[in-house]
């Protein structure tokens, strides 16, 4: 699978191999018991956060591993982005501080 990142002006596509995504299926879930309660957005806590804010947490946290070059972080980070909203092909990470411009297509 692949998920093209745009941050900016920059763009990537970062290949997820799909025994990867299987092989982290229990990563995954522990993330969604950690999110269910709750996620920091920005400056907003949100009690419960619906998909699309917790993978746009994974977006955050995405972009801080690409960063740092923390690759199994970053694999982590978009393999939950692509299984929580299957069908995304591509994710805008907002740079400046707000998450929740972060959209996904």
Known sequence: ????????????????PDDFISASQDSFERLDASMAEGVQLGQDWIEQPDVIQRCRAAADKLLAAL??????????SAGYIVTRMPGTKQVKIDNSGEPNAT???
């Open 67 to 76: 960063e740092s070059h923390n690759e199994a972080l970053a694999m982590l």
């Open 103 to 105: 959209v996904f297509a």
């Open 1 to 16: 699978m692949e998920l093209n990142i745009i941050i900016d002006d920059y763009s990537m596509n970062l290949n997820i």
